[in-house]
């Protein structure tokens, strides 16, 4: 969907996350996921109204992987090892939706072994017009 977008700029260490900064732009947005009922793991972000109705869902790859890809030496095969907490900053482009009054982002636990864990919202911020 091509039109009105906003760009929100947020930064994360481990799984914390804050918002640094919004952005009014024309750009061309990804449609909407669907996710479904019930518990599911990954990561996603949502714009929500203010009677907690989803107007806008996508699904990413999780930023906050605490795994890192290594190679063997000798045989080059890749593998995932355990490893530091990521940090950095993510970009969401989302449309603009007059009645979106809140950014929530969601989030599975990032270590290997709780990767498969259902996600839970990480954070919730206030957008909008009801800001």
């Known amino acids: 969907m091509t039109g009105q977008a906003v760009r929100y700029r947020l930064g994360y260490e481990g799984m914390d996350v804050r ?3 919004e ?5 061309t947005v990804p449609p909407s ?3 479904g009922e019930g518990e599911r793991s ?4 949502e714009l929500r109204d203010d009677q907690e109705c989803v107007l ?4 990413l790859a999780t930023p906050f992987s605490a795994e ?3 190679y063997d030496q000798e045989s080059g095969t890749p593998s995932r090892v355990a490893g530091a ?3 950095g900053t993510l970009w969401l482009l989302v449309p603009s939706f007059p009645d979106a009054r809140q950014l929530v982002v969601h989030g599975s636990p990032p270590e290997i072994e709780r990767r498969a864990e259902a996600a839970r ?6 957008i909008g017009a009801g800001r």
Do not use: K, M
């Open 42 to 45: 990954g990561f996603w972000f």
């Open 33 to 35: 996921a669907e996710i």
């Open 19 to 21: 918002l640094l900064a």
């Open 121 to 126: 919202e990480l954070v919730r911020f206030d």
């Open 56 to 59: 806008y869902r996508r699904v």
């Open 23 to 27: 952005e009014r732009i024309e750009a």
């Open 85 to 87: 907490p990521a940090s």
């Open 68 to 70: 890192h890809e290594v």
